[in-house]
T-cell receptor, first 110, second 118 residues
Framework: LAKTTQPISMDSYEGQEVNITCSHNNIATNDYITWYQQFPSQGPRFIIQGYKTKVTNEVASLFIPADRKSSTLSLPRVSLSDTAVYYCLVADSGYSTLTFGKGTMLLVSP | GAVVSQHPSWVICKSGTSVKIECRSLDFQATTMFWYRQFPKQSLMLMATSNEGSKATYEQGVEKDKFLINHASLTLSTLTVTSAHPEDSSFYIC??????????????FGPGTRLLVL
């Protein structure tokens, strides 16, 4: 499984766009990139998954450059309730395990 | 989206007793389920991978005789913490991998079970 590197923490204010970048220099051809959100005392919640270019859903966008060695999770107009830990993971489509790194603690202030 | 439930959500038990935690995939079949443990302010650590109808695969350092896993059906996996001790107190989270027939082929997580051993 490819290792990922994310900032330990980020601060933002309500209404701002937040971009969290994840590095995965050793990503393999079959690997997908998946982001999860976790609130205290809850299980991780799936946010978005992508393989290349750009993926958008109702809560976030995922930008993946051509070399796929990094990815950026974009959260538009964050609110206080977006305060959480965000995990970036890479694994192939037939994976059987996920390895969680430390994640990024996002703090959104009023 | 894919829903995974866990029961109970929290449990307090005396040292030496056994505790069973259930994990269910509610709207999809999961041939593979996973069990994680998370200590305060730390990341999730995979304990074991559970495949329906076969023995679980445990990660290095996880005692298979202490953490019994049963995956009896395509929607249910159970984790039994046997002879629990205070150091087993933790947040236990399960996940289930969906097939691409209905959802993205990724893991969907349950809400977690808080275990406190006195």
């Amino acid at each position: 499984l490819a290792k990922t590197t994310q900032p330990i923490s980020m601060d933002s204010y309500e209404g701002q766009e937040v971009n969290i970048t994840c590095s995965h220099n050793n990503i393999a051809t079959n690997d997908y990139i998946t982001w999860y959100q976790q609130f205290p005392s809850q299980g991780p919640r799936f946010i978005i998954q992508g393989y290349k270019t750009k993926v958008t859903n109702e809560v976030a966008s995922l930008f993946i450059p051509a070399d796929r060695k990094s990815s950026t999770l974009s959260l538009p107009r964050v609110s206080l309730s977006d305060t959480a830990v965000y995990y970036c993971l890479v694994a192939d489509s037939g994976y059987s395990t996920l390895t969680f790194g430390k994640g990024t603690m996002l703090l959104v202030s009023p | 989206g894919a829903v995974v439930s866990q029961h109970p959500s929290w449990v307090i038990c005396k040292s030496g007793t056994s505790v069973k935690i259930e994990c269910r995939s509610l709207d999809f079949q999961a041939t593979t389920m996973f069990w994680y443990r998370q200590f305060p302010k730390q990341s999730l650590m995979l304990m074991a991978t559970s495949n329906e109808g076969s023995k679980a695969t445990y990660e290095q350092g996880v005692e298979k005789d202490k953490f019994l896993i049963n995956h009896a059906s395509l929607t249910l996996s159970t984790l039994t913490v046997t002879s629990a001790h205070p150091e087993d107190s933790s947040f236990y989270i399960c996940s289930a991998r969906a097939s691409r027939r209905r959802y993205l082929e990724t893991q969907y997580f349950g809400p977690g079970t808080r275990l406190l051993v006195l």
